[in-house]
């Protein structure tokens, strides 16, 4: 069989290859070109939940929204944060070109509090995503807030920490580790069916080209830097 | 000139039953002591036998649930003010006219509520919204208009032939006339209007007075009818008393929807906002509880108050239950009317923003929603600041690269052979970066900046103390943290 009669075959409407995604509406996109070729949108799902597991701490999930939030408040929507674990760092926002009079930080202890003020911000026209830090919660509240999302039309990015991992509602669920200085994105769930190889990301560039010039490198067990003493 | 008179056929009764969802028996009285009588009863009294015009005694007889309660003018009349003060919304020419109609002349408005039918469902349905049963007629007369409703003929005449033909149809009782001359018309078989035309005018004038007939040339359009003009007052104030003690927050709501569909159709008519509003509850033998709802922007949304109002609702609590509801518009602001657009504007968008904060913080309070801003310091501590959201940062200094996430208090780091350790020993990446300023207050900095790693490659920003054998701290990550309770209580410390 030559190749055209070989596309006729493929292209022919009722031949469905597990390679291809079903249709998903058009995502946000994430900034990274690498995260986006594997999301079915080519983005972060919108009107719908997102949860991205962390192996551990302070590896680089935040940095993994911070393009798609800044051109979200750059376009006069609003990004709310509900329940952050530490003060977002306003300076540094306004670095990665977030537009700060468009960020809400709704601080609370009590977890329905969170669920509620999470629900209202993602049923408000002006809100575009909600970042929310949320280790326990039942599957039905993650479930109502889900349905706040597709009502409000604006994204859910829920940061849990890796321990927690049934399966839940959430339209895409990514699993962060760091290996090699590097940032391993692993797709756990995506709307459309397959899972793709992960990808790794240099979150931090800067820092490898600044440990660089400061004649230093990340596996350098014995860092040389005047006045430490190791 | 066309005029909307708005008669409320059951206004004793609607003022302590509009707020009621529970269908018991009631029945207004007047007079005093054995002399009192029915004025007026709803449906359920009606059904028991009990009727207007009976003794309170007689009522009693035939229902022993029967709630009876004293008229009160007063209040009567501060609700007909109100409706007027709410009508004016949809004209400046609103007009009372005692015991039970608001008259509103139309003609100029009817282009912008859509036609005399449009605007007729609009006073309508706004009228059932506040809970009251009203009669509407609209003739080119305010006489004939008030008559039409007294007669219960809801007409829509605009042109001055077809009053003429409609007014002849009515019954001659609504020419107001003495008990003695309205005995004369009926025992001459005079029952309607066109009975009255036909007999020649001045022996009947001289019979009946010349009242009767001036009043028909003011229906009819050949005399003037001047009526004075309502003025709505500065503020609004209304109270309205609960139909059965109430604790639950939806209960209060029931009676407060009505009174924010008032405010808001006041505050649209004076084209205003409602910036503070203060809501009072009374008890029994109690202090009364006052709320005070302070809003962002100044609003005339009576959704929004409702669900402002709910949240403040929610999360208080009452010490007993509350027997009648007042509300009070404590500071208004000019606010500019907003014009019908297809597609979603910025406006609409702020006003979106403006509103969830305050929903957010009816029920989490002031501090619980902030935003954020930059600072002109190069303290890191110093760097940001609460603010109220949606206040414009000053222009970003350039610096260098900065963590995601700041600790309010930095974190003595443990040491181990002078080398910091967090979770496994650190290696530095980059830096130092010195930060050394604020001697001119009492916050001196002297510190060297490190961008580390520890063993499971977490980046974390350290800083060491300048001076002779300063000591290690942790100030930043470069990402999240994952959830600990410490963070939690960081960041509420950080936001007070």
Redesign the interface.
Known sequence: MNAAALDTVLNHPAIWRGSALAPVPRGLATGFPEIDAVLPGEGWPVGALTEIYAERKGIGELQLAMPAAARLTQAGRWLTFVAAPHVPYAPALAERCLDLARVLMVNTTVLEERLWAAEQALRATCCGAVLMWLDHAHERALRRLQLAAEEGGSSLLLFRSARVAPATTAALRLHVSRSDNRTVIRVLKRRGGGLPAPVALDLHPWIRFSARAAGLCAADATPRIPGVVC | MLWLALRLPSLPLDIFRRAAQSDEAFAISSGEGNRASIIACNNRARGKGVQAGMPVVAAMALDAQLHVVAREADAEQAALEHIAAWALQFTPVVSIALPDTVLLEIEGSLHLFGGLNGLRRQVANGMSALGYQAVIAIAPTPLAAQWFCSANVPVRIRHADALHVSLAQLPASVLDLTPDAARLLEDLGIATIADCLALPRSGLARRIGPRAFDLLDRAAGRLPDPRPRYAPPTVYSASQPLPAPAQEAEMLLFAARQLLAELCGYLSATAQGVQRLQLVLSHHGREPTQLTLSLVAASRDAEHLLSVLRECLNATQLPSPAIAIALRSELLLPVAARSASLL?D?AR??E??T???E??RA??GE????????MDDYR?ER????CE?????SA??A?D????????APRPLDEN???PCYEGRL??????ERIETGWWDDALVER?Y??A?NP?????WIYRERHAGGKWYLH?????????IA??S???A??H
Do not use: K, M
């Open positions: 979603p910025a968008q702020a979106a923003a509103q969830l904060v929903r957010l029920r989490l501090e619980g929603v902030v935003g954020l801003r930059t890191p760097g940001w600041h609460a959201p949606g206040t414009p940062s970003a200094t610096t690269s900065r963590p995601l996430w700041l600790l309010t052979n002078a080398a290696s530095l990446l980059a830096g130092p060297d490190f961008v790693a499971g490659q977490a980046l974390l930043g990550f470069f990402a999240a943290l994952s959830l600990c963070g939690y960081l960041l509420i950080a936001v």
